[in-house]
């Protein structure tokens, strides 16, 4: 799954524990979404592109690769 | 929505406690040999049977030395609790690390324990077992606390 999560990070001139705060989760969990490494739940999700005032397809896309279930 | 069961965080010291009390209950009676007297005791049994013995009996009254299963007791319930409580900031990746942790764990601590069954014999086996009794939970929390180093570690890099 591809986020821009980062980017509008920077458009809000949030901090990744500002962020973090705001959406009650660790530090670490707003760092491995933005590298890749973690995806997130959908309340979570939701709550993120609340926070930033976007439809959730604005912020997390699906790729290609997400379809593979079998990987 | 669904909590996960752990221990609150102020329970993981008194689990370093009960470790370290397990650790002490081991160590205490080989430096002094009279203070494994103090864990003899009668006690009740479901079930007991001798090393040597044929017989198995049911629900009955014996005499026994509880120091292995003191050291036993402390140490897993211990540990139980320091493995198992949450930690100060818990939320979802904190949750997943952790079971990416405890199968790490399982499958490594399961792994060995097949390939002893065709190398260790007799009473080595036997400690491969009792050893077995505690070596989940130490996998386990070594590679979660190492899960949380590495996390920490990215974001002070990044």
Request: hydrophobic share 50%; with cysteine.
């Amino acid at each position: 799954m591809r986020n821009s999560v980062r980017v509008e990070r920077a458009i809000h001139q949030l901090t990744q524990e500002e962020l973090a705060s705001k959406v009650d989760v660790t530090r670490q969990t707003i760092h491995a979404l933005e590298t890749g490494k973690y995806v997130p739940s959908t309340v979570l999700a939701l709550k993120i592109a609340a926070v930033f005032g976007k439809p959730l397809e604005a912020i997390f896309q699906l790729e290609p690769t997400d379809w593979d279930t079998t990987r | 929505m669904k909590t996960t069961p752990l221990f609150p965080y102020s329970f993981r010291r008194p689990g370093w406690v009960l470790v370290t009390l397990g650790m002490l209950t081991a160590i205490l009676p080989i430096l002094f040999p009279t203070l494994g007297d103090l864990f003899d005791a009668r006690i009740p049994a479901l079930v007991a049977e001798g090393f040597m013995d044929d017989r198995r009996d049911w629900l009955v009254i014996i005499e026994n030395n509880l120091q292995d299963e003191s050291i036993a007791f402390l140490v897993i319930l211990g540990g139980l609790l320091v493995c198992f409580s949450r930690e100060k900031q818990e939320d979802e990746f904190i949750a997943r690390l952790r079971l990416d942790a405890l199968l790490w764990a399982t499958y490594i601590n399961y792994g060995l324990l097949l390939v002893a069954l065709f190398t260790v014999y007799e009473l080595s086996f036997f400690y491969i077992m009792v050893a077995n009794l505690f070596t989940l939970l130490f996998m386990f929390y070594i590679r979660f606390r190492y899960l949380l180093m590495i996390t920490r570690k990215q974001i002070d890099h990044a």
